[in-house]
């Protein structure tokens, strides 16, 4: 593994401006994490019930269970490229997850992660990890560039149950429909981030993205790491991730659920 900077100063500048950006995954964690995060997820997978007709399998916070998801969400190099792309001094992680999204599946709705979650500040951002070739066929991620620039638009379901094959997202279309007409001074051309097996799409948590309907014949496989800044405030809001864990409103998410990661 490279003893490089897990990012350059230009992805730094891409994911600042524009909110996105790609990173070669496997360059940062090294092959031999690769392989075992790869078979890890696959045996999560296999060991997932999938209810009859069910177009999406995933679970979260594998990484209390999962020696080798846990390796690589609290890898230094991932929490370092974290804590590069967001400037911040230092970073927690938030959540992981693993899903497989089979042929049918309609899409995750139009929405920002971040007025979902009860933070009280900019700076998180989100690693979704390719686990095999994603083509646009495969409902492959699509963000609105510099979307992050217009702040909070409010909390959006993620997925939404009257979705279906067809009824699925049009993300293209769904992000015209939250801007107002100065917004589009602001943001750039909708992007299609198809994505190699071990290439991974960071975005900024205020950035607009969804995926569209699978309509390949393949599952979308991906694995996801969530990360905030250190000094991000607990609004104390309710959420799975806090509730029951006696943190205080508006004091930091020192807790060791949200490890430091940098």
């Keep these: 593994m490279s003893d490089t900077a897990p990012v350059s100063a230009e992805?730094?500048?891409?994911?600042?401006?524009?909110?996105v950006v790609k990173v070669d995954f496997v360059g940062v964690i090294g092959p031999a994490l690769w392989e075992r995060l790869k078979n890890a997820c696959?045996?999560?997978?296999?060991?997932?019930?999938?209810?009859?007709?069910?177009?999406?399998?995933?679970?979260s916070d594998l990484r209390f269970k999962v020696p080798e998801i846990d390796a690589v969400a609290r890898a230094p190099r991932v929490g370092e490229m974290a804590r590069m792309l967001s400037g911040a001094a230092h970073m927690r992680?938030?959540?992981?997850?693993?899903?497989?999204?089979y042929p049918g599946f309609a899409g995750t709705s139009v929405h920002q992660d971040l007025p979902n979650y009860p933070m009280d500040r900019r700076g998180l951002l989100t690693v979704?990890?390719?686990?095999?070739?994603?083509t646009p066929e495969m409902g492959v991620n699509q963000f609105l560039p510099r979307s992050h620039r217009l702040g909070p638009l409010g909390c959006r379901a993620v997925y939404d149950p009257a979705r279906s094959r067809d009824n699925p997202v049009r993300p293209r279309e769904e992000f015209m429909e939250l801007l107002r007409e100065d917004d589009r001074e602001v943001v750039g051309e909708v992007i299609c981030q198809t994505q190699r097996a071990g290439e991974a799409v960071i975005h900024d948590g205020?950035?607009?993205?969804?995926?569209?309907?699978?309509?390949?014949?393949?599952?979308?496989?991906?694995?996801s790491f969530v990360y905030f800044p250190a000094d991000t405030?607990?609004?104390?809001?309710?959420?799975?991730?806090?509730?029951?864990?006696?943190?205080?409103?508006?004091?930091?998410?020192?807790?060791?659920?949200?490890?430091?990661v940098a």
């Design 11 to 19: 992805q730094i500048r891409r994911f600042r401006t524009e909110g």
């Design 42 to 59: 696959a045996e999560v997978e296999r060991s997932t019930p999938r209810p009859p007709g069910a177009t999406r399998i995933g679970d």
């Design 93 to 101: 992680i938030w959540l992981d997850a693993y899903e497989a999204l």
């Design 128 to 134: 979704i990890v390719a686990l095999e070739d994603v």
């Design 206 to 223: 205020l950035i607009f993205h969804a995926s569209g309907l699978n309509r390949s014949d393949r599952p979308y496989r991906r694995v």
């Design 233 to 260: 405030r607990y609004t104390g809001l309710p959420y799975p991730s806090t509730d029951g864990l006696g943190l205080k409103p508006f004091a930091p998410l020192d807790h060791e659920r949200f490890a430091l």
